[in-house]
């Protein structure tokens, strides 16, 4: 009974074209881009916290700048907070992926020809652009703060933001197929992020300098955020031949890579 | 009831035979979930060895309650899952081989939707057939006639989170066509929809074979969509196909025709029974007055039964004939009732 199918019983009447990645990213990105959009309350919020953070923070640091080794406080202070934004917004991305894999979407999408890594990169696209609008407008509210950086410094600092951005949005996204569930994702995401941002010296430098005990400096050494932030702060400070430049960068390629193989296993594989 | 009696048009049979062309063939197709239980690795057999084949222009139900192995069975002929073991060609491609080739080719429809809520109709049934590789106009173009053919006029851009039941499951459907794909899969298609939007969307579903000619590849644990939709039904339980044929022949094959008779004196039964018997019944089953049996086809056992019966001077009270169920099948077949497991 086994016969071969005809050309005509697998060729569809609308003929085809094979897609591809850049093609099916853009169509993914396109339809979440779509979404954010008409919704924007998630995008405001985002942009939100970090503005508050610049608005009732910063001035507490001020006065600190000389103490913590800091010329300019909004030019060590602003480099944090963009790191922030790129963990923090980018970590709670995964949650919309839950509500769409409950809805059927990412199983109909996955049962199309379009590349599985497109389905998550489309995704992060959208994260990324989200990230990069708000860390533009950090930037130039900050500059009414007293922020003061070269435009190479900048575009270095926001490009390692970005990146950084693509890393945990693509890990959310991971995170949040492999859970299901808003249950456990939150308080996973809780439990992972504070650490991150209290080791991270994202608010308030971890150094001898600053008078932190050695215990934490050594168990700061090991979160590679730190380098990363260092590296944004380096960058504003226009000294791109630093070590910590260097690292930070390493750091958040290397991350970059991990999350997005991790990401696309997720969405190649069968139970998603 | 049968569809293909039901409206009158007998699907050409002749034709069947001739260009008989398997669009899905699967052998031995298992799979085997690898679980924790405490610290034991337990292993659970969802499907244990399918073989299967269905001709283009076919619509098969696959019939089985819940947890027998019907989902994980579509999940792997539509290469969202890999088998464990064994092999399935879809529409002319390995599932396991060339899955973006299958993947090309049919359309399928899940039971948990395919759309967002906060999303507009017509978008999202656009993007899909971007993701199939098909141009906007041709998505577009193709979304609408779906929309039209599917009774969802002026819903294109409304969101699906303002539809009905029935409308968002027929938004589905269009997603699963919008690439004009020659195969379906319906997994559990009207499953949670009143009564009346079932009705409708077995118009729809038996529309897609009977108007566009397409195969139709669907799963469902209601014995009634079974017997009205499907040319063929493959009965699975616990991981195996028990069955398959056509809803009469299953209906004829396993089980024949109940013919139930009251008499007027009970002292009578033994030689109702008997009669009944010459007239090629099971073993008649006798409680007081009444004794029933199951024949072959009742029809042409009747008019030599009553006469029979009259010449011994049986004196009947009431005869009924019950046609036998798909649940009499599938209690034939499993030992257990469908409705039961429902």
Not at chain 1, 49 to 71: C, D, T
Not at chain 1, 110 to 118: H, I
Not at chain 1, 240 to 267: D, E, K, P, S, Y
Not at chain 2, 106 to 114: F, H, K, L, N, T
Request: glycine content about 10%; charged content about 20%; some cysteine.
């Amino acid at each position: 009974m086994t016969t071969t199918p005809t050309a005509s019983a697998v060729t569809t009447a609308t003929g085809k074209r094979r897609s591809s990645f850049w093609h099916d990213t853009f169509v993914i990105f396109r339809r979440q881009f779509r979404l954010a959009v008409r919704n924007p309350a998630w995008v405001i919020i985002g942009l939100l916290q970090p503005v508050l953070y610049l608005v009732l923070f910063g001035p507490l640091l001020e006065p600190l700048a000389g103490a913590i080794g800091a010329e300019n406080a909004y030019t060590f202070f602003v480099p944090g907070l963009l790191v922030q934004l790129g963990i923090f917004g980018a970590f709670f991305a995964g949650f919309s992926l839950i509500s769409e894999w409950r809805s059927g979407v990412v199983e109909a999408e996955r049962v199309t020809p379009a590349s599985r890594t497109a389905l998550l990169v489309g995704r992060v696209l959208r994260d990324v652009v989200q990230l990069f609008v708000q860390g533009v407008v950090l930037i130039v509210l900050s500059f009414a703060f007293g922020l003061r950086a070269s435009p190479g410094g900048l575009l270095l600092g926001l490009l390692i933001v970005v990146l950084l951005g693509v890393a945990c949005a693509s890990a959310s996204n991971a995170l949040a197929l492999t859970t299901k569930s808003e249950d456990v994702m939150a308080p996973l995401i809780n439990s992972i992020a504070l650490p991150v941002l209290l080791l991270s010296g994202i608010l308030l430098p971890i150094s001898a300098r600053s008078g932190a005990p050695d215990w934490l400096v050594t168990l700061s050494d090991f979160m590679p955020t730190k380098y990363i932030v260092n590296a944004v702060r380096d960058a504003f400070a226009s000294d791109f031949t630093t070590a910590n430049v260097l690292w930070g960068v390493l750091w958040t390629i290397g991350l970059t890579a991990l999350a997005v193989w991790a990401g696309t296993r997720t969405f190649r594989r069968e139970n998603s | 009831m049968n569809r293909r009696t039901d409206n009158g048009t007998l699907w050409p049979v002749a034709a069947r035979w001739e260009d008989l062309v398997a669009i899905i063939e699967a052998r031995a197709l298992a799979r085997t979930f690898t679980g924790r239980k405490g610290r034991e690795k337990t292993e659970v057999v969802a499907v244990a060895g399918v073989d299967l084949s269905v001709d283009e222009g076919e619509i098969v139900g696959f019939l089985g309650p819940n947890g027998a192995g019907k989902t994980t069975t579509l999940r792997m002929l539509t290469t969202l899952l890999r088998p464990t073991s064994g092999t399935a060609t879809v529409a002319g491609f390995d599932v396991a081989r060339d899955p973006v080739e299958v993947r090309q080719r049919i359309g399928y429809v899940s039971q948990s939707g395919s759309t967002s809520p906060e999303a507009r109709a017509g978008e999202e049934v656009v993007d899909h057939g971007l993701l199939y590789g098909i141009s906007k106009a041709q998505a577009e173009a193709r979304g609408r006639e779906l929309f039209e053919q599917l009774d969802l006029d002026g819903l294109w851009e409304r969101q699906p989170k303002a539809m009905s039941g029935g409308q968002r499951r027929r938004l589905d459907i269009a997603m699963g066509l919008v690439h004009d794909p020659s195969l379906v899969f319906l997994d559990e298609p009207t499953t949670g929809l009143d009564p009346q939007a079932r009705a409708n969307l077995w118009e729809h579903i038996a529309d897609l074979r009977d108007k566009r000619g397409r195969t139709v590849f669907l799963t469902t644990h209601y014995l009634d969509e079974a017997d009205a939709l499907c040319d063929r039904i493959l009965v699975i339980d616990q991981g195996m196909i028990v069955a398959s044929n056509t809803p009469d022949a299953l209906k004829r094959e396993v089980s024949g025709d109940l013919i139930m008779l009251e008499l007027v004196d009970p002292s009578r039964a033994g030689d109702a029974a008997e009669r009944l018997k010459a007239a090629g019944s099971t073993e008649p089953e006798i409680d007081g007055a009444s004794v029933q049996a199951r024949v072959p086809g009742a029809g042409s056992v009747l008019a030599g039964l009553l006469r029979s019966l009259d010449s011994v001077g049986v004196e009947l009270a009431s005869i009924d004939v019950r046609r036998p169920t798909l649940d009499d099948v599938f209690l034939t077949v499993t030992g257990r009732s469908l409705r039961e497991g429902a």
